[in-house]
């Protein structure tokens, strides 16, 4: 009935691997904002994001995102500087205390080689490669994982994008131009993952259409899946005008979906709510899989 899902190993630059494939694994949001659409309450000291990584982590999450330069639609460009003020003293901070690897969400090279430098192993690019070209080159010499997100435009023009003849092709198509510029870059593709961007230069139709058609897009690049529902906007058309913390209900539904799917990667911020939805989906997934 559901689709099995492929293994891969992903290296990392500590020498440790991401074993994708068994079970999807959980990626908690952290998000180091002041402006995060997704959460009433600013989370900007340090010490504070620090404790609740370390919560998540106990919570069940695989993977830590930091994040410090909001990408909701609309958002202005954030200065090197100031992301680096936000984003690098809790990674450093974390650094020896959290077991599971720490993924910076960057489209910056100096943000990720600073992050990287402090202990993130994965660097999470929300523009797949297309904003900043040297980002390709700091990932391949550092070793780290790279997630390459498909979108078009910036956060300001991304909705003027959003038109698709077909959707599942045209999001293959783009994605493996990322695959491709990092390659040309020096990053080895086993160290890749894709993300198709739920809600990034897609109306809520086609954010609903890449979650139902997911096993397409695992079977046209042949790289694990990460796929990221948390909270966002599409599920306006379901749920109607509500805060997007009261999403959650509505984000476990999406991600039970990428889980009998086959998604290896679920980007989540309610993680100790999201990792029982993902091990009850998995569990069914599990017993239900066709070759």
Same mark, same amino acid.
């Given at each position: ?27 908690? /949001? ?28 106990? $919570? ?91 979108? &078009? ?18 999001? /293959?198509?783009?994605?493996?131009? $990322? ?51 948390? &909270? ?60």
């Amino acid at each position: 009935m559901f689709p099995a899902r492929r293994l891969y190993t992903i290296p990392l630059p500590d020498g440790r691997v991401l074993e994708l494939g068994s079970r999807p694994l959980v990626m908690g /949001i952290l998000n180091v904002t002041p402006d995060s659409f997704a959460e009433p309450s600013p989370r900007t000291d340090p010490e504070a994001a620090i404790e609740f990584a370390l919560r998540m982590e106990a $919570s069940g999450a695989d993977i830590i995102d930091v994040g410090g330069e909001s990408t909701r639609p609309g958002a202005e460009p954030l200065a090197v500087a100031e992301e680096a003020r936000r984003v690098l003293p809790v990674i450093a901070g974390l650094r020896g205390r959290v077991r599971v690897p720490i993924s910076i969400d960057t489209y910056k090279a100096e943000i990720a080689g600073a992050a990287i430098a402090e202990g993130a192993a994965i660097v999470n690019d929300v523009s797949g490669l297309r904003y900043e070209s040297a980002l390709g080159g700091v990932v391949a010499a550092t070793g780290a994982a790279l997630i390459v997100m498909h979108t &078009r435009g910036r956060s300001r023009t991304m909705y003027q994008e959003a038109r698709y003849d077909d959707l599942v092709q045209e999001v /293959i198509r783009e994605l493996d131009e $990322s695959l491709q510029a990092a390659a040309a870059a020096g990053v080895v593709r086993e160290r890749v993952i894709v993300d198709p961007g739920i809600g990034f230069a897609k109306r809520p139709a086609d954010s609903y259409g890449v979650l139902a058609r997911l096993p397409e897009l695992t079977a046209g690049l042949d790289r694990p899946v990460l796929t990221g529902p948390s &909270r966002k906007s599409f599920m306006r058309d379901a749920l109607g005008e509500r805060p997007a913390h009261e999403r959650d209900w509505g984000t476990a539904a999406a991600v039970t979906a990428a889980v009998l799917a086959g998604a290896h990667i679920l980007r989540v911020h309610a993680v100790a709510e999201m990792v029982q939805v993902v091990r009850v989906a998995e569990e069914i997934r599990r017993h239900g899989w066709t070759s």
